[in-house]
């Protein structure tokens, strides 16, 4: 029988809040590190924080493939908010999963048109997704630099709700993915 989210234990269960809160830790460094880094050109090396940006970016893939494994696996508590909120929230974490596959895929795509091999921990080795040289994977380079400005205006409006949520509304949808201990309600549809 469905349940309802009481408000009483995190709506997501511990596997869910670490994958949500290592997510958050990957993508602040991996837009620090991209502002940062110095532009790519043609004969530009894969080294420094270049190097950074596709190892930070491997770890990113893996954690989001895992993550969207275990969402599709492990439903949250229903949450009770009213319709239309309940809606705004659904399509935008819709398209924040959007964009986390999308802009390190582009980016996967624009490294491996650059010949650059894109490895997890320096050690497991990733497909190439484009040939050298390829005109696509060149472009889709551009494309990665402007999604993701599409998906930081994502997660400034995610925060701002989350924040509205606690200090104005003051109801329970923070302690739906509090990064603290307490009871797993993964798969709350069985209990
Ligand atoms: C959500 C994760 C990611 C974010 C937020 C991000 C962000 C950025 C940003 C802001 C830039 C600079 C764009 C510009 O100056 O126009 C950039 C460039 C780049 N990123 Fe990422 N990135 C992510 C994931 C990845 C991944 C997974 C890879 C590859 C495995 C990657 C490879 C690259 C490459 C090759 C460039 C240079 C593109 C070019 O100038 O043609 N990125 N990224
Ligand atoms: C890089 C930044 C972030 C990204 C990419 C992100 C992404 C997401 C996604 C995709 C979901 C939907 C989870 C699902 O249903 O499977 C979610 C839920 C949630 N996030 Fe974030 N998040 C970020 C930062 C934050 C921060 C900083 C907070 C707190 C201030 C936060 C609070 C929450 C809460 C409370 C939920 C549960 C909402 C609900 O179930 O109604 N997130 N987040």
Same mark, same amino acid.
């Given at each position: 029988m469905i349940k309802l989210y009481d =408000?009483? *234990?995190? *709506?997501?269960g511990i596997v869910a809040r670490t994958l949500h809160w290592l997510t958050v830790l990957l993508i602040a460094v991996q837009f620090v590190i991209g502002w940062t880094m110095p532009d790519v050109h043609k004969?530009?090396?894969?080294? =420094?924080l270049i190097a950074w940006h596709l190892g930070v970016g491997s770890a990113l893939i893996a954690v989001m493939v895992l993550r969207v494994v275990w969402r599709l696996t492990h439903q949250p508590a229903p949450d009770d908010l009213p319709p239309l909120l309940g809606f705004a929230s659904r399509v935008t974490h819709f398209l924040l999963y959007v964009c986390l596959l999308l802009v390190p895929l582009l980016g996967w795509i624009n490294a491996s048109s650059r010949g650059w091999q894109v490895r997890l921990a320096s050690v497991v080795p990733y497909p190439s997704l484009s040939p050298t040289g390829s005109p696509f994977g060149h472009a889709m380079g551009d494309v990665h630099g402007i999604l993701a400005w599409v998906l930081f205006a994502l997660i400034v409006m995610h925060v701002l709700a989350a924040l509205f949520h606690r200090f104005i509304l003051k109801d329970h949808v923070m302690q739906r993915m509090a990064p603290g201990a307490g009871p797993s309600r993964d798969a709350a549809r069985d209990s």
């Open positions: =408000g009483r *234990a995190p *709506a997501y004969d530009t090396q894969p080294v =420094g």
